[in-house]
């Protein structure tokens, strides 16, 4: 039992590791190449925490090449172009300026309901109203729309308008006061404990989220039972 705890145990936080390395990426944006080393490590990993006969090394060696060479072949790819659209693929215009691009869609694979369920999922119900619609390399849809079909901005509209866009700073999370992005904001424990008290609580621990934005807008949740 002890055994199989710490293979299944050191066996997933490599994985976790390496695949932390590769990169952040969704099931959904992963490059081919990326999806299929996931599919690898995930049966590579299985087998050693189940068969006990199979010593560890045997296992994380594989684990440690794939992972290896994943990184190998991204750091190629940075430098080399070709080897770049060889390995990941390119974009292909599936829209031009409203029309079909009837090749692009056999050659990729994309069936007409594919086509619309994706342009549905950005809100767009009429292919004439899009500029270009791109198939990106991760399979994703990226849609242009004409500028008359876009929303009006209020540059657009020449309306005046300010800038209301700021970042906020999570200060307390879930009742753990997180003492650095309190120091990154420029304030202390003695301004946190006046905001405590304003809202009726006595302790971050009483405290689901705080944060504050860089103008200075403070928004504070209590826990629910500490109510």
Known sequence: MITAFFRTAILYLLLIVGLRLTGKRQIGELEPIELVLTM???D????????????????VIPIVTLLAMS????CVSLRNVRFRTLICGKPAIIIRNGKLQQDAMRHNRLTLDELFEELRTQGVTDISDVKYAILETGGQLSVLL????????PYQLGLTYEDDVFLPTVIINDGRLLRGNLRQTGHDEAW????????GVDAPSQVFLLSIDERGKIICIV???AK
């Open 40 to 42: 690898l490590l995930s």
């Open 44 to 59: 590579l990993a299985s087998v050693p925490m189940q068969d006990f006969g199979i010593p560890l090394v045997n296992g």
């Open 71 to 74: 990184m190998l072949l991204s």
């Open 146 to 153: 004409r500028t008359v079909a876009q929303p009006a901005t």
């Open 192 to 199: 946190l404990q006046a905001q405590l008290s304003e809202n």
């Open 223 to 225: 826990k629910d039972r």
